[in-house]
């Protein structure tokens, strides 16, 4: 598991967990939801997603690291060891 | 406020209304404008119905002849509102309608469909409109409409708004929906979906997103399609390269147009149209039968109404502002706007605002006052209060830039780029203070970055024309007000006598002729005002970028005033309009003391 903020860009990942945010559930984004990272600004800026391969979504870098997400196709692997190893490739 | 919630069970004809619901940015203001003949602004990015409008349909129900009520009701995606702007949408839903139509972008169905649910959920017919079918196609999308309709319980007409297709069909399904045959069986099968969950037809069950997903599923197909021009010019232009670049462009461009294109208007086309004809025009006419004296300069003097009130309005300030909005609902139907705030969030970030928030000031650039309605779309009253702040205090509005531009180069061209970059430090200056000073919290950006798309000639051309009628209805009355007084200042000598007592800060402070002062008291009443006068005046050039300085932060106008006691209350009106006028004198001042030095 990790944050989204700290994942690679044209990576492809689906949401694990999102913070309590209306508007952040409303626009789209929630557990399941698969996003690929677009850009990722400099200086503390926000990163863009594209949502579902549908739309475009900016989301700010406070919002994105509280979101979890785990790469396309190992969110379902939730063993406890698949985790550690995800966690130690990371770091 | 949707206190004693009133459901019209269809059978009451008086009061019918109708709510026009959706997404952001899916093309509501469009069917608004398009069944109620009443134009409502639209643009490219979410959130431009920040008040509902409301205007009349002309339906004919069960054979007979009826206006019904449509309120453009701000777009939402949730009835779980986010902002302000998005719980007046749940008010409306819960003080009832006869019936709703809710826009769908059939290029987003998921999402659309979350909020399609949601409105099951209440007891008002809805008819689903399945806009921008033609951007889905262009994306590989295709949707079955009639297969979407059974899932729903209700009709679906696909429609392309901006082409007016689906537009008659729409009409004739609202006219079925609201006889009265149908208005008791609808309330009856609504129950069933959705009130009783053992009866519920949707196998997601209670989870809206779920079944939204199910249902997309079913009814939608999805080809994939290579990306077109426009898509990657899109994503380029929000992308730090070449999105900066293109920024620098962009910028360069409206300034050529808007400031290029406005001087020679006003310099080679309407100045000299009005000098040769239209002045000499109304001195000979009005010399015909008013012998001379001050009425007669009251009306054709130097000053007379109906000398500045041409020389002003139609050469000074309509040439700028018709380019700016010809620049500005380009840039708006675009969607490129959204693209900037994000480039540019983490520099806004830093002046203690969201880049969302540009958006706002680049629409100050036009008039503050949409600008400060616009902002109730801002995420916090903090970023609200800051945003309106900095526009009050530092964008100068389309007329007034006009002004100061004839103004400025009447003497040096440098002025104009220094007063520019004067205008920027002082914005960020603003934001910064009023960040300082407002407590609260800035939220961060979270916005959807619209498709960049070709505006489409009709819709962009009406909205141009709404604009400029707007302007002309809006302004021309104050304006006139402002050339009246003006008038009647200078041709009964009032003016001297104010001038006097005016001296020391005029005069003393901030080195103007003492004349002056007219604009600082027209400036009260529209900004242009402030500087109008001074172009009269026989100015130095230090004089000239004084007076542009103070002017450029001097109060905003009354209109502008109004807007800001009705939002925030009296209070913070008062405090950013004293504030402003203060620093306005106090910054005008300071330069011209160290202007003073040097010459």
């Known amino acids: 598991m990790q944050n989204l903020y700290d994942s690679e860009k044209n990576g492809d990942f689906e949401i694990l967990s999102i913070p309590e945010i209306g508007l952040l559930e409303n626009i789209g984004l929630r557990a399941g939801t698969k996003v690929t990272v677009q850009n990722r600004y400099v200086f503390g800026g926000p990163m863009l997603l594209r949502v579902e391969d549908t739309y475009s979504v900016a989301i700010g870098k406070d919002i994105a690291v509280q979101i979890k997400v785990a790469e396309v196709g190992t969110a379902n692997k939730k063993t406890p060891i698949a985790a550690t190893v995800r966690k130690s490739v990371t770091i | 406020m949707s206190g004693g919630a009133e459901r019209n069970g269809g059978a ?28 409502a602004i639209s643009s490219n990015y979410a959130g431009t119905t920040v008040s509902y409008m409301e205007g009349e349909v002309q339906l004919t129900v069960d054979g007979e002849q009826l206006s ?37 972008d059939a290029s987003n169905l998921e999402r659309n469909l979350h909020l399609a649910l949601e409105l099951r959920r ?67 099968n609504i129950s069933a979906s959705c009130n009783d969950c053992n009866a519920c037809p949707t196998k997601g069950g209670c989870d809206l997103w779920k079944t939204a997903k199910e249902i997309t599923r079913r009814v939608s197909k999805k080809e994939g399609v ?28 409206i300034i050529a147009v808007v400031v290029g294109g406005g001087k020679f208007l006003e310099e080679v086309v309407l100045g000299p149209l009005i000098d040769a004809f239209v002045v000499p025009f109304f001195e000979w006419l009005f010399a015909l039968f008013i012998p001379e004296g001050m009425l007669l300069n009251i009306l054709v003097g130097e000053y007379g109404i109906f000398v500045i009130s041409f020389e002003w309005i139609v050469a000074l300030i309509l040439p700028y502002v018709f380019l700016f909005y010809v620049v500005f609902s380009f840039l708006e139907d675009s969607g490129y706007l959204p693209r900037i705030s994000v480039l540019f969030d983490n520099i806004m970030r830093k002046i203690g605002v969201q880049g969302g928030s540009l958006i706002y000031a680049a ?57 520019g970059l004067l205008g920027m430090f002082l914005f960020t200056a603003a934001s910064l203070i009023a960040g300082k000073v407002i407590k609260g919290k800035v939220e961060p950006l979270l916005i959807e970055v619209p498709n960049l798309l070709m505006p489409e000639p009709k819709a962009y051309l009406r909205k141009l024309a709404t604009r400029m009628k707007h302007f002309l209805v809006e302004a021309e009355f104050p304006m006139m007000v402002a050339i009246v007084i003006a008038a009647l200042l200078k041709e009964t000598g009032a003016i001297d006598t104010i001038a006097v007592h005016a001296a020391p800060l005029v005069s003393h402070w901030l080195g103007l002729p003492a004349e002056a002062v007219v604009g600082l008291l027209l400036g009260i009443i529209r900004r242009e005002m402030s500087v109008a006068p001074l172009l009269e005046l026989n100015l130095t050039s230090l004089q000239a970028f004084v007076g542009g300085t103070v002017s450029l932060l001097y109060l905003p106008c009354l209109s502008v005033f109004g807007i800001l006691v009705k939002e925030f209350k009296l209070r913070v009106a008062a405090t950013i309009s004293i504030s402003t006028v203060l620093f306005a004198l106090l910054v005008g001042g300071i330069i011209n003391q160290i202007g003073q030095l040097f010459i």
């Not at chain 2, 398009?34 to 134009?39: D, I, N, Q, R, Y």
């Not at chain 2, 007329?399 to 103004?407: D, E, K």
């Open chain 2, 363 to 419: 629409m100050g650039f036009g008039c503050a006052v949409p600008a400060i309605i616009g902002s109730r779309n801002a995420t916090s009253r903090k970023e609200r209060l800051v945003i309106t702040a900095a526009i009050c205090f530092a964008i100068p509005c389309i007329s007034q830039t006009g002004a100061l531009i004839s103004l400025m180069s009447a003497y040096s061209w440098w002025m104009i780029p220094t007063l």
């Open chain 2, 122 to 188: 209440y007891d008002i017919p809805v008819v689903y409109a399945l806009n921008l079918i033609d951007v889905a196609e262009r994306r590989g999308i295709s949707v079955k409409a009639k297969l979407l309709g059974a899932e729903l319980g209700a009709s679906v007409i696909p429609t392309v708004i901006v082409k007016k297709q689906g537009l008659d069909e729409l009409k004739k399904q609202l006219e079925t929906l609201l006889s009265k045959k149908n208005t008791a069986d609808n309330s009856r």
């Open chain 2, 68 to 104: 019904v009520k449509l309120i453009d009701v701000p777009g939402t995606y949730s009835l779980k509102p986010t902002s302000e702007a998005e719980s007046v949408a749940a008010r409306f839903m819960e003080g009832g309608a006869s019936a709703v139509i809710c826009v769908l």
């Open chain 2, 226 to 253: 290579g990306r077109s021009f426009l898509d990657k010019l899109g994503d380029g232009m929000i992308k730090p390269f070449p999105g900066i670049p293109i920024a620098a462009v962009v910028m360069g461009a």
């Open chain 2, 12 to 39: 009451e004809r008086n009061g019918v209304k109708i709510l026009l619901m959706g997404n952001p940015n899916v093309g509501k203001s469009v069917f608004f404008t398009e069944l109620t003949g009443v134009h």
